[in-house]
């Protein structure tokens, strides 16, 4: 399974549009790329997945180039109670499930 | 709103120890997963379950155990504590295999001592 790589750590300013890139370099074709954002001493919270293109939902938005070696989540306007972990997973679930958690992305937001 | 509930937040054993960590969801899943959380590591998948009485094994499942009696519910067992199973346990359950969207319970912090 594809291991997943991204920056250890990101600033921001409220209001700005924050996106985090992650690669995968060696993804499969039935691989789908899902994010999920972590708060110190809460478990993770899935944010959005997607196969190609961009993915859109209420809270991010997603992009995936045509080679799908890399995605993008892209977060508008961000606050400060995004200050969090942001974690790219690349998941396999056909012929039995396979996930990796890389060792995530953390936004820090200033006021 | 799906509720992934665990046993303990926080937990104290003794090398040697035979351990239980409970993970009970309410939305019917039909898969539930169980990961181990340390620094620097990301989270790491120890086992899951697609169906009661079901399990897989994961990327680390050495030295762990699990059970799934009951849909709802996924035990994760360590055998014999280990000092280097000192971590933030995470529990996890899934729609089914269409779905890739995991919900996870708070987290249980072992200790080993």
């Known amino acids: 399974l594809a291991k997943t790589t991204q920056p250890i750590s990101m600033d921001s300013y409220e209001g700005q549009e924050v996106n985090i890139t992650c690669s995968h370099n060696n993804i499969a074709t039935n691989d789908y790329i899902t994010w999920y954002q972590q708060f110190p001493s809460q478990g993770p919270r899935f944010i959005i997945q997607?196969?190609?293109t961009k993915v859109t939902n209420e809270v991010a938005s997603l992009f995936i180039p045509a080679d799908r070696k890399s995605s993008t989540l892209s977060l508008p306007r961000v606050s400060l109670s995004d200050t969090a972990v942001y974690y790219c997973l690349v998941v396999r679930n056909t012929g039995g499930f396979k996930t990796i958690f890389g060792a995530g992305t953390r936004l820090f937001v200033k006021a | 709103d799906v509720k992934v509930t665990q046993s303990s937040r926080y937990l104290v054993k003794r090398t040697g120890e035979k351990v239980f960590l409970e993970c009970v969801q309410d939305?019917?899943?039909?898969?539930m997963f169980w990961y181990r959380q340390d620094p620097g590591l990301g989270l790491r998948l120890i086992y899951f379950s697609y169906d009661v009485k079901m399990k897989e094994k994961g990327d680390i499942p050495e030295g762990y155990s699990v059970s799934r009696e009951k849909k709802e519910r996924f035990s994760l067992i360590l055998e014999s504590a280990s000092t280097n199973q000192t971590s933030m346990y995470l529990c996890?359950?899934?729609?089914?295999?269409?779905?890739?969207?995991?919900?996870f319970g708070p987290g249980t912090r072992l200790t080993v001592t």
């Open positions: 996890a359950s899934m729609m089914d295999r269409a779905s890739y969207e995991q919900y």
């Open positions: 939305m019917d899943h039909e898969n």
């Open positions: 997607g196969y190609k």
